[in-house]
C-alpha cells in the first residue's frame, strides 16, 4: 500500500512539474567573469533582475550555472586555467563557494530566493535518483525558490561526468518538460558560417531542429569554458529531441532573458522537432547513456517518424556499437541521422543475425521467442519527424 502511494505521488509531482512554465538559463564562464577573471558582480545582478522579473509574470525560472573553476581561478590569482583534472577539480571546490555565495546575494536582492544544487551524471541516470531530483525541484518551486545548478566538478569521476554544463541544461530541460532553454554565451546566435574568419557570415534568426552534420561542423570552446558553439547546438539537438525550444544568445545583450521569454527575435531560436513525451519516455532517450546505433531503411524511418509505430527487426539494415537487452540505443536513417531513441528488447549479438528479418524469421534464427518488435513505441523517442 505505501508502494502505491508513493507511486501515485510520483505521478502527481511529475504532472505538476510538467504543466508549470520552467525556464532553463545556463550561463558560460567567459559571460559571468571580468577582464581580470573575476565573477562580474553588476551582471549577475541584471540576470537576478531578469529572474525576479519573469518570476513575477508566471515563469519558473531555473539557473545553470559555469563558474565554478573560473571563479577558483580568480580568487587565486592564477594567469589560465590549469590542464590537470585534480587541479581544475581543486579549482572548482575553491570557486564554487564563492560562486553560490554571490548568486545568493544578487537573486536575494531582488527577494528571491536560492537553492543550491550540485549533480553528478548518476542523477540522471539512475531512475530513483532521477525521480527524487525532480520531486525536490517541484518542492522548491513550490517554496518560489531559484534552482542554481552546477555539476559536482570536484568529485565527478571523468568518465561519468555530464560533459559540460550545455548538456546539463539540457538534462535539466528535458527533465522538467521545459517550455525553453535559453543557452547565453559571448557570441549573439549561430551563424551560417564562422564570423570570426568570415566577414559575410550571417546570424540564423530560427533554425528547425539541430542534425548531427551542423553540430560537427560547429566550434569549440575559448578559454575559460568547457564548451563552445558545438556544445551548445548539441545541447540544443538534445532538448529538442524531447520537443524543448532552445535559444542561443548574447549573454550581455540588455534584457536578453525577458526579450526571449517575451517572443522576441533575440539571438537564434532552435524549434525542437521531437515530441512532448512523458517523463519515463524522456528519461530513457535523453538522460540515459547511449549504447550503440540501429541504422534502420526508409520503410522503417517513415513508421517511426510519421506513423507512431515500433520498430522490428525486418527494418534493422545493420548494427552497430556493443549493447545488452535493456540499453538504451540511436536509431539512425540512411542518411545518418538520429531519428529516435529508446530502450531495445535484443542485444547487438542477436539482432546482427537477424537484421532485415521478419519476426518468425527471426525467431527461428535466434532458437527462441522474441518481443513482439525490436523497440516498442512506449519505449522510444522520437527526436525528428523526419
Given at each position: 500500500m505505501n508502494q502505491v502511494r508513493a507511486v501515485k505521488r510520483r505521478v502527481r509531482m511529475t504532472t505538476v512539474v510538467e504543466r508549470s512554465h520552467v525556464v532553463v538559463v545556463k550561463i558560460g564562464s567567459n559571460s559571468l567573469v571580468d577582464?581580470?577573471?573575476?565573477?562580474?558582480?553588476?551582471?549577475?545582478?541584471?540576470?537576478?533582475?531578469?529572474?525576479?522579473?519573469?518570476?513575477?509574470?508566471g515563469q519558473r525560472p531555473v539557473l545553470v550555472t559555469s563558474g565554478a573553476v573560473a571563479s577558483g581561478v580568480g580568487i587565486l590569482g592564477l594567469a589560465e586555467r590549469p590542464p590537470g583534472l585534480a587541479d581544475?577539480?581543486?579549482?572548482?571546490?575553491?570557486?564554487?563557494?564563492?560562486l553560490a555565495h554571490r548568486w545568493e546575494a544578487a537573486l536575494a536582492a531582488h527577494g528571491l530566493v536560492a537553492a543550491q544544487l550540485l549533480l553528478t551524471y548518476d542523477d540522471f541516470t539512475e531512475r530513483e535518483r532521477y525521480l527524487n531530483l525532480t520531486e525536490t525541484l517541484r518542492s522548491l518551486f513550490a517554496y518560489?525558490?531559484?534552482?542554481?545548478?552546477?555539476?559536482?566538478?570536484?568529485?565527478?569521476v571523468q568518465e561519468l561526468t555530464v560533459g559540460d554544463n550545455d548538456r546539463?541544461?539540457?538534462?535539466?530541460?528535458?527533465?522538467?518538460?521545459?517550455?525553453?532553454?535559453?543557452?547565453?554565451?559571448?557570441?549573439?546566435g549561430v551563424y551560417d558560417a564562422d564570423p570570426r574568419s568570415n566577414p559575410e557570415a550571417k546570424r540564423l534568426t530560427e533554425m528547425i531542429g539541430v542534425t548531427a552534420k551542423q553540430v560537427a561542423a560547429a566550434?569549440?570552446?575559448?578559454?575559460?569554458?568547457r564548451g563552445g558553439m558545438r556544445s551548445k547546438l548539441e545541447a540544443a539537438r538534445l532538448a529538442g529531441g524531447a520537443g524543448v525550444t532552445t535559444t542561443i544568445a548574447l549573454a550581455r545583450e540588455a534584457f536578453v532573458i525577458?526579450?526571449?521569454?517575451?517572443?522576441?527575435?533575440?539571438?537564434?531560436?532552435?524549434?525542437?522537432?521531437?515530441?512532448?513525451?512523458?517523463?519515463?519516455?524522456?528519461w530513457l532517450a535523453v538522460a540515459r547513456r547511449v549504447h550503440g546505433q540501429l541504422h534502420l531503411d526508409v520503410g522503417a524511418v517513415r513508421a517511426i517518424s510519421t506513423q507512431g509505430r515500433s520498430l522490428l527487426p525486418a527494418g534493422v539494415t545493420s548494427v552497430s556499437g556493443t549493447f545488452a537487452r535493456g540499453d538504451t540505443v540511436a536509431l539512425v536513417s540512411p542518411?545518418?541521422?538520429?531519428?529516435?531513441?529508446?530502450?531495445?528488447?535484443?542485444?547487438?549479438?542477436?539482432?546482427?543475425?537477424?537484421?532485415?528479418?521478419?519476426?518468425?524469421v527471426a525467431a527461428q534464427v535466434l532458437g527462441h521467442v522474441l518481443p513482439k518488435s525490436v523497440v516498442h513505441r512506449d519505449n522510444m523517442l522520437v527526436l525528428t519527424h523526419h
Open positions: 577582464r581580470q577573471g573575476r565573477l562580474d558582480l553588476p551582471y549577475l545582478d541584471s540576470i537576478a533582475a531578469q529572474f525576479a522579473a519573469i518570476a513575477k509574470g581544475r577539480q581543486a579549482l572548482a571546490a575553491i570557486g564554487q563557494v564563492t518560489k525558490a531559484i534552482p542554481v545548478i552546477n555539476e559536482n566538478d570536484p568529485v565527478a546539463l541544461s539540457a538534462l535539466m530541460a528535458t527533465q522538467l518538460g521545459a517550455e525553453h532553454l535559453i543557452l547565453l554565451t559571448d557570441i549573439d566550434g569549440d570552446a575559448g578559454a575559460r569554458g525577458e526579450r526571449v521569454v517575451a517572443g522576441e527575435a533575440v539571438g537564434t531560436r532552435i524549434v525542437g522537432k521531437g515530441e512532448r513525451a512523458d517523463s519515463r519516455r524522456r542518411d545518418g541521422e538520429e531519428i529516435a531513441r529508446g530502450l531495445v528488447g535484443l542485444s547487438s549479438e542477436e539482432l546482427g543475425k537477424i537484421c532485415g528479418k521478419r519476426l518468425d
